[in-house]
Nanobody
Framework: QVQLVESGGGLVQPGGSLGLSCAAS????????MGWYRQAPGKERELVAT???????DYADAVKGRFTISRDGAENTVYLQMNSLKPEDTAVYYC?????????????WGKGTLVTVSL
């Protein structure tokens, strides 16, 4: 069973920076895709950024130019560097790992880490 553990959340002032990391354990193969999603109070979970095993990245329009996703494929570890944070970035951030096995996708999620952007 794959387990994901996020770390790095916390309180930061608007305009500040914060880095998140997520380590996946329990898998002997590299995840085809890893990513970060977030859910703000009263809103649905939304994509923040994803990165494939080939290092192709995708970002939500709201974070382009401010957030950077990266990964260590050998360790199934994914990072999210968040700069120029805004109050609207406040949310619980979830790490995900996706594996394509036998033609079917299997997705695993972390429990989330809270990021609060406030004065």
């Amino acid at each position: 069973q794959v387990q994901l553990v996020e770390s790095g959340g916390g309180l930061v002032q608007p305009g500040g920076s914060l880095g998140l990391s997520c380590a996946a354990s329990g898998s002997i193969v590299s995840a085809n895709r890893m990513g970060w999603y977030r859910q703000a109070p009263g809103k649905e979970r939304e994509l923040v950024a994803t990165i494939t095993s080939g290092r192709t990245t995708d970002y939500a329009d709201a974070v382009k130019g401010r957030f950077t996703i990266s990964r260590d494929g050998a360790e199934n570890t994914v990072y999210l560097q968040m700069n120029s944070l805004k109050p609207e970035d406040t949310a619980v951030y979830y790490c995900s790992a996706h594996f394509l096995i036998g033609g079917r996708w299997a997705a695993y999620w972390g429990k989330g880490t809270l990021v609060t952007v406030s004065l």
